[in-house]
């Protein structure tokens, strides 16, 4: 896949050099040693397979060999670690965008990290990133797409779904990598502009699969339902309680569902 990528890229940085890797523990885990190694901002690391697939919170990822788009984006942003966890934000508008042009599909965006297609999981994104006091080193940025899979194990079935189950459709995952990543560098250059959301956030809001209804907040500290109002231009996402009062829900250790389900 790595020469056909390269062949069709139409980009100034994301993906100047790609890395690809018949089979990995995790594109993330690869992307950091080679991060570390010196790596320059752009670095794309793919795999056809990954056997040790990262979510977050120590979840897995099911990465099944040729059916997805495993893949990671080495970042160096001049930006505070307070940001950092925005970039998950900008990157799931990159892959809403891409997967459009290509597809030609609406998917949407459960806050922060996942998009989704009639209801079900097609990506996921992972963050991680290495820095010293305020300053980030760099930030790999772990993309995963399911592309052909014609089912899903047990239990991802009633949550997860791939762009084949949902179009009936068969797409290049070359195409797909080559659309994000020409994505990823107009939405990161609007976010770099302001080094917050404030650019973004309508497109995001707009794109946001509970807009506006009840969704169940599952932190650290508990559970609590609300009302999803979109996000800040920080990237909390606002929850309004029940009574009246809003809160705002920081990423991290958070994840939200629909009361009724997944989304
Ligand atoms: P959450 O949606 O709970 O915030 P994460 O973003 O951490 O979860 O993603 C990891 C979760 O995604 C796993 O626990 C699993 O339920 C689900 N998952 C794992 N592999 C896939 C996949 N290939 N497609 C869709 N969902 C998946």
Same mark, same amino acid.
């Given at each position: 896949?790595?020469? #056909?990528?390269?062949?069709?890229?139409?980009?100034?940085?994301?993906?100047?050099?790609?890395?690809?890797?018949?089979?990995?523990?995790?594109?993330?885990?690869?992307?950091?040693?080679?991060?570390?190694?010196?790596?320059?901002?752009?670095?794309?690391? *793919?795999?056809?397979?990954?056997?040790?697939? #990262?979510?977050? =919170?120590?979840?897995?990822?099911?990465?099944?060999?040729?059916?997805?788009?495993?893949? @990671?984006?080495?970042?160096?942003?001049?930006?505070?670690?307070?940001?950092?966890?925005?970039?998950? =934000?900008?990157?799931?508008?990159?892959?809403?965008?891409?997967?459009?042009? *290509?597809?030609?599909?609406?998917?949407?965006?459960?806050?922060?990290?996942? /998009?989704?297609?009639?209801?079900?999981?097609?990506?996921?994104?992972?963050?991680?990133?290495?820095? @010293?006091?305020?300053?980030?080193?760099?930030?790999?940025?772990?993309?995963?797409?399911?592309?052909?899979?014609?089912?899903?194990?047990?239990?991802?079935?009633?949550?997860?779904?791939?762009?084949?189950?949902?179009?009936?459709?068969?797409?290049?995952?070359?195409? *797909?990598?080559?659309?994000?990543?020409?994505?990823?560098?107009?939405?990161?250059?609007?976010?770099?502009?302001?080094?917050?959301?404030?650019?973004?956030?309508?497109?995001?809001?707009?794109? /946001?699969?509970?807009?506006?209804?009840? *969704?169940? +907040? /599952?932190?650290?500290?508990?559970?609590?339902?609300?009302?999803?109002?979109?996000?800040?231009?920080?990237?909390?996402?606002?929850?309004?309680?029940?009574?009246?009062?809003?809160?705002?829900?920081?990423?991290?250790? +958070?994840?939200?569902?629909? +009361?009724?389900?997944?989304?």
């Amino acid at each position: 896949m790595d020469k #056909k990528i390269r062949e069709i890229l139409n980009t100034k940085w994301a993906g100047c050099e790609v890395v690809y890797l018949d089979e990995t523990d995790s594109t993330n885990v690869q992307a950091r040693k080679l991060a570390e190694e010196g790596a320059p901002h752009g670095t794309l690391v *793919v795999a056809d397979r990954q056997h040790g697939g #990262k979510g977050r =919170l120590g979840r897995s990822w099911e990465s099944p060999a040729g059916e997805g788009i495993w893949m @990671s984006l080495i970042l160096r942003p001049e930006i505070s670690t307070l940001s950092a966890s925005m970039l998950t =934000l900008v990157l799931a508008l990159a892959v809403e965008k891409g997967l459009r042009v *290509v597809a030609g599909v609406d998917s949407q965006i459960k806050w922060p990290n996942d /998009l989704i297609l009639n209801g079900r999981k097609i990506c996921g994104i992972l963050t991680e990133m290495s820095s @010293s006091q305020m300053d980030i080193q760099y930030v790999v940025a772990g993309i995963g797409i399911n592309v052909s899979q014609r089912e899903f194990p047990e239990e991802l079935k009633t949550i997860a779904s791939s762009l084949y189950m949902e179009t009936g459709e068969l797409f290049e995952r070359e195409r *797909v990598v080559a659309a994000v990543m020409e994505a990823v560098e107009q939405f990161y250059d609007i976010f770099m502009a302001t080094g917050d959301m404030s650019g973004l956030i309508e497109r995001y809001n707009g794109r /946001l699969v509970n807009m506006n209804q009840e *969704v169940c +907040v /599952l932190a650290p500290s508990g559970e609590f339902r609300g009302i999803s109002r979109g996000i800040t231009s920080t990237g909390s996402l606002i929850v309004t309680m029940e009574d009246g009062t809003e809160r705002e829900v920081i990423s991290g250790e +958070v994840s939200v569902r629909g +009361v009724y389900g997944y989304v």
